[in-house]
């Protein structure tokens, strides 16, 4: 069965420091993944995804996650920690077994960016 | 481009009230999703229709909640009874016709809170 594990819920950086945010994914098919972010009060926003083409993949605001398919990972980093990083992070996959382009989400990281 | 427009964007009700959310896609997308997140949980995909059609409900708990999209395009769902388990946070999304599918964009959220 394909499932996505985050391997924190919580992780607390300082401002200026890198950030690493862990998830693997469990599929028999090779996957289209995904990493959202939510703000507070906010609907969740696609950060950046991959969808089998190059392994490291830029989204916006400085992410960027590299897919390893030996690792069954696709870790999320940004060099440079902002103030404005603090949100919770949702790493997705695509069920590819619908049709209909379902995605199943992780239970999310919870980032704390400090000054 | 204006975004997902939900509304209300909070509510409290008593257990075994009725409550509806509404959603307008952004314009032109065919597939529109609801998801359920409950605090601490990543969502949970609950319906999705292609445009007015059902394409999977197979987690809409059919007993007390039910979901229309009438003519294509906004949507309302419903709970009826409700119960303080469906206390969370009522996300809609849409994405555009079939070759973007995998990108979903969300709107803020309807927070609701049964007491």
């Known amino acids: 069965a394909q499932s996505v594990t985050q391997l924190d819920s919580h992780v607390s950086v300082s401002e200026g420091t890198p950030v690493l945010l862990r998830c693997n994914y469990s599929?028999?098919?090779?996957?289209?993944l995904f990493w959202y972010v939510q703000h507070p009060n906010k609907g969740l926003q696609l950060l950046l995804k991959?969808?089998?083409?190059?392994?490291l993949v830029k989204g916006i605001n400085g992410f960027e996650a590299e897919f390893k398919k030996s690792e069954t990972s696709f870790h999320l980093t940004k060099p440079s920690a902002h103030m404005s990083d603090a949100a919770e992070y949702f790493c997705?996959?695509?069920?590819?077994?619908?049709?209909?382009?379902?995605?199943?989400f992780g239970a999310g990281t919870q980032v704390v960016v400090t000054p | 481009e204006a975004g997902v427009a939900q509304s209300p964007r909070y509510k409290i009700i008593e257990k075994r009230q009725s409550v509806a959310f509404w959603c307008n896609p952004i314009?032109?997308?065919?597939?529109l999703y609801w998801y359920q997140q409950i605090l601490g949980q990543g969502p949970k995909l609950l319906i999705q229709?292609?445009?007015?059609?059902?394409?999977?409900d197979s987690q809409l708990p059919k007993d007390r909640f039910s979901a229309e999209r009438l003519k294509g395009v906004d949507s309302t769902l419903k709970i009826q009874p409700a119960k303080l388990e469906d206390s969370a946070v009522y996300l809609c999304?849409?994405?555009?016709?079939?070759?973007?599918?995998?990108?979903?964009?969300f709107g803020p959220g309807t927070r609701l809170l049964v007491l």
């Open positions: 999304a849409s994405s555009p016709p079939r070759i973007g599918q995998e990108t979903q964009y």
């Open positions: 599929s028999s098919y090779s996957p289209s």
């Open positions: 991959y969808t089998s083409a190059a392994t």
């Open positions: 997705a996959q695509r069920m590819t077994t619908d049709s209909w382009g379902k995605l199943q």
């Open positions: 314009s032109g997308h065919a597939t």
């Open positions: 229709f292609q445009n007015n059609g059902v394409v999977d």
